[in-house]
């Protein structure tokens, strides 16, 4: 080729290749580059926007569904779910795929190679799940599916997973479950946050775009690495345990245990209280009082202990279990004798109080020993008597009768 002919050529490529970039950009044929000056790749695609989210659900047993609100009970153990996606923007395919020549223009590249090394740019990598668990759950030991924790603090309620070989691709997601325990009857709002990183392209001469940068193309490019993050919530509502006692007042009466027998000055009797929690909840500091009536004295003999206190009368008696914690169900027994002084029906009344936190119970009952007074002996019917005059009378009367019959009979 003469050296005419190379500068007519040189002229044409000079003005032929700008007029051609334009009309393709101009038509939208090859896409809008986000570089600072006007992008590359032939003025190829928009790289997106990488972007991470995560969605936190708790199970709900009753309807079978993750759902972000469940109501329970101190106790009980909820599932949470932890979905992690990559629902960044995706690229042009087809603009990775271009495969335009790359030139030199003065020691810049105005074009690269527009491989699809770029869509690198997308993918998330190093990602890290932390989940801060309120104070009235904590996380169970070995229910994490489908990998343990990395770190699970001493109170187990701060929970970490990091993930530092995985790539998570756009449109991909990874999902962790785990149990966790209410231990606290409060709303418990369980926040689970989650990051991870990215390649960002950075073009110093404000000309190069990420397809470029990405794959290291492009002259004055290169790469930072970005973090992604998001953060959600799923909520534990319990439902505050009710606490209730209930007592039960009996006497013995020969045979078994009724609310009422029969008995008489000087006998002994036996009662019996029977405390019960029939509450959804602990019960602590129980205090039972026994009020006995005017016809009865305590008479010893309690168990399965002595009482805590008894008044000089010995018809206040008290017993107090500042140690003993009373679980739902369960049941204390409490017998002791009195002794019958006068006879009289005598309501014997007990009264039983306990507390759950701060919240005090407490319940009555009663039983009764009913006196039958001994009758009293017979009064004696009085023997008539007579005066002497009606002595002499009845003598005088007596010998007519006698003189009579005498004569009678001569």
Request: with cysteine; charged share 20%.
């Amino acid at each position: 080729m003469t050296e005419k002919n190379k500068d007519i050529t040189h002229i044409l490529r000079l003005v032929t290749i700008p007029l051609i970039l334009a009309v393709m950009l101009s038509a939208g044929a090859i896409g809008c580059g986000n570089g600072g000056g006007g992008g590359c790749c032939c003025g190829c695609c928009d790289c997106g926007q990488p972007c991470i989210e995560v969605s936190k659900t708790v199970w709900n047993p009753i309807s079978e569904e993750w759902v972000e609100q469940i109501t329970t009970n101190v106790g009980d153990i909820v599932r949470f779910n932890c979905t992690i996606h990559n629902n960044g923007t995706i690229y042009d395919w087809d603009c990775c795929n271009c495969n335009c020549d790359c030139c030199n223009n003065g020691g810049r590249r105005d074009c690269c190679n527009c491989n699809c090394n770029c869509c690198n740019c997308y993918n998330l990598t190093n990602i890290t799940v932390l989940d801060v668990l309120p104070a009235g759950l904590v996380y169970v030991i070995n229910s994490a599916t489908p990998a343990a924790p990395t770190y699970i603090s001493t109170d187990n309620r701060t929970v970490r997973w990091e993930f530092p070989d995985l790539t998570l691709d756009p449109g991909e997601s990874i999902t962790i479950e785990f149990n966790v325990s209410v231990i606290e009857c409060v709303e418990s709002v369980n926040r689970v946050n989650v990051s991870a990183w990215y390649k960002r392209c950075v073009c110093e001469d404000g000309y190069c775009g990420c397809c470029c940068c990405c794959c290291g193309d492009c002259d004055g490019c290169g790469c930072e690495d970005v973090k992604v993050s998001d953060e959600d919530i799923a909520t534990v509502v319990c439902t505050p345990p009710a606490p209730d006692i209930d007592v039960d007042k009996t006497v013995w009466d020969g045979t078994t245990w009724v609310d009422s027998t029969s008995a008489d000055v000087g006998d002994i009797v036996r009662f019996n209280c029977t405390i019960h929690n029939n509450g959804e909840c602990n019960l602590t500091n129980i205090t039972v009082m026994d009020m006995l009536p005017e016809s009865l004295e305590y008479a010893n003999d309690a168990t399965p202990t002595p009482p805590t206190y008894i008044s000089p009368d010995n018809r206040t008696v008290r017993w107090e279990f500042p140690d003993l914690t009373l679980e739902p169900c369960d049941s204390i027994t409490i017998e002791f004798n009195a002794s019958v002084i006068d006879c009289v029906e005598s309501v014997n009344h007990v009264d039983a109080t306990a507390w759950y936190d701060e919240i005090p119970v407490s319940d009555e009952d009663t039983a009764t020993v009913v006196c039958t007074p001994t009758p009293p002996p017979p009064t004696p019917v009085p023997v008539p008597t007579m005066s002497p005059i009606g002595t002499a009378l009845l003598i005088c009367a007596l010998g007519l009768i006698g003189a009579g019959v005498i004569t009678r009979r001569g």
